[in-house]
């Protein structure tokens, strides 16, 4: 019988308002953890995208250069392509006047 009334007794001991100061603190314990846990989530988020952003951005930039490059070589060529006609051109032009020159000076 005794048995029976210990969890009554034990029970009436509990201060109420102590049971609901610890239960708020309890539940402003778990905001703030849940808080933390948030914001903590969304600098790692953040710091994410952030990184791919960045990484995204230099490979824009070297696919960028590399266009660039591309370029430069082929107007290189270009260049390089048009100077090999005007000295071809140059170099006929010279043997022609040369070929009209003999032919003048022998009827000459």
Do not use: C
């Not at 994410?48 to 660039?68: D, F, M, S, T």
């Amino acid at each position: 019988m005794v048995l029976l009334l210990i969890p009554a007794l034990l029970h009436a001991q509990i201060d109420p308002q102590k049971l609901d100061s610890l239960q708020q603190s309890i539940e402003a314990s778990t905001r703030a953890t849940k808080a933390w846990q948030d914001s903590f989530q969304k600098t790692q988020d953040s710091i994410y995208r952030k990184e791919v952003l960045n990484r995204i951005q230099e490979e824009k930039n070297a696919i960028g250069k590399e266009i660039l490059n591309r370029k430069e070589k082929e107007s290189e060529k270009d260049k390089t392509s048009e100077v090999a006609i005007v000295l071809a051109a140059a170099v006929l032009a010279i043997g022609l006047i040369m070929v009209l020159r003999k032919r003048r000076m022998k009827r000459g």
